[in-house]
């Protein structure tokens, strides 16, 4: 088995969107056995939520589509930079703080992009913060996240992200 590709996703609190990115890309890999071929992690750039499950908003709608939700936050950190392969920023703000993480890696090797690059039923440059508004928010969420994570897979697979 080659090298599994380390994908990491981050947004700002790490409990509701990039823990759903993480695991609408386990749900797929794990179905399309393929979870020997990746590393999937997700972490927030703020620390206030670290230890905490998913948001319960967040889980609940996930779950609503079959897509079960797991881990804890933490907080992304310099050495992610050189730990994993891609690091997915949700928004531009979330961008911007990974730019000044990456600046504390030694020797960074991950490729930052904005999640939303990989979208392709939808056009929206950024997966929106849900966590002040109502359910619709967390539906968008999800919409983006499959959008994208179905659209990177099969660039994956066929060789030709870019
Ligand atoms: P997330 O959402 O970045 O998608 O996890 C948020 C979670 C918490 C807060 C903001 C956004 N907060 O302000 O606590």
Redesign the pocket.
């Known amino acids: 088995m080659p090298n599994p590709t380390r994908l990491l996703f981050v947004?700002?609190?790490?409990?509701?969107?990039?823990p759903s990115g993480e695991n609408v890309m386990r749900h797929l890999i794990e179905r399309e056995g393929l979870a020997d071929n990746f590393v999937i992690d997700s972490a927030?750039t703020a620390g206030?939520?670290v230890g905490k499950k998913p948001?319960s908003r967040m889980t609940s709608a996930a779950q609503n589509r079959g897509i079960p939700m797991q881990g804890r936050a933490r907080q992304v950190s310099p050495d992610d930079f050189a730990s994993f392969d891609w690091i997915f920023a949700?928004d531009h703000s979330n961008y911007a703080d990974l730019l000044e993480v990456r600046d504390r890696c030694p020797d960074p090797t991950a490729r930052l992009v904005r999640f939303c690059e990989f979208c392709e039923e939808q056009d929206d440059e950024e997966v929106p913060?849900?966590?002040y508004g109502g359910p619709e928010g967390f539906e968008k969420v999800l919409d983006l996240l499959e959008d994208g994570c179905v659209s990177f897979l099969q660039k994956w697979r066929t060789g030709s992200l870019p």
């Open positions: 947004c700002l609190g790490n409990i509701c969107r990039s927030g206030w939520h948001d949700m913060d849900p966590y």
